[in-house]
């Protein structure tokens, strides 16, 4: 009788063994789903800091080829004007997703451009916002005014010099951005960024000098 009874109470502690060992696996599944889930990036990130300030930067570059539509009859100046509204529309579209995507307001209270202080000579630290407090690049509002009062030829150089410094130093922030972001899509985004404007200040550049 005693022996049978110890025979149970060994089986019945193999199959609570077993059952435990079964409870760690999954456990251990749950935990491992649970880390490889989604990690998006932190409200203070350069992710989170490129989309928010290129965003800003784009705006205005799509404002300004707006105005110059329907103040030159050039139709290379039109075309170039149109190319830089829709992509850069499409790119603010693409930058307003991912804040939602991640969680994140699309503003935040951290100083513009903070974020490209995280690895290179870009950021406020170095002066990247001017005088003016704009982003490098921006046309202040009487360059805007200006611009938005001229016509035909005058309205045509005005928009390409200022188009001009605007993609130079969005090229630069792209770069930075390719630089120091962590998500890859991010990071091919700013990319492409970086090629369409450098190929876009040739063009203005070119054309600017035949004006």
């Known amino acids: 009788m005693t022996l049978h009874l110890e025979t149970r109470q060994k089986r019945l ?8 060992v ?16 989604p990690q998006y990036p932190a409200a203070n990130s350069a992710d ?21 539509r329907d103040r030159t009859d050039s139709e290379v100046v039109r075309t170039i004007a149109y190319d830089v509204a829709m992509t850069q529309q499409h790119q603010i579209g693409q930058m307003y997703a991912w804040l939602e995507e991640w969680g994140l307001p699309q503003s ?13 000579d870009h950021g406020n630290e170095g002066g990247m916002l001017g005088d003016t ?4 690049g921006m046309a202040t ?16 150089r005005l ?11 969005g090229a630069d922030m792209a770069q930075a951005g390719a630089e120091l972001v962590q998500e890859p899509r991010v990071r091919v985004a700013a990319e492409k960024m970086v090629a369409s404007q450098v190929a876009e200040i040739a063009a203005m550049e070119d054309l600017l000098d035949e004006l």
């Open 13 to 20: 502690l193999i199959v609570l063994a077993g059952a435990l």
């Open 22 to 37: 079964v409870c760690i696996l999954a456990l251990a599944f749950v935990a491992g789903r649970v880390g490889t889930g």
């Open 48 to 68: 989170a800091g490129f989309a928010r300030d290129m965003q800003v930067h784009h705006a205005q570059a799509v404002e300004m080829s707006r105005l110059i």
């Open 108 to 120: 935040s209270g951290e100083p513009t451009m903070a974020w490209m202080a995280g690895g290179m």
């Open 133 to 136: 407090g704009l982003m490098p």
């Open 141 to 156: 509002p009487e360059q805007i005014s200006e611009l938005s009062d001229a016509s035909g030829a005058e309205a045509e």
């Open 159 to 169: 928009y390409l010099t200022l188009m001009i410094a605007h993609h130079t130093a």
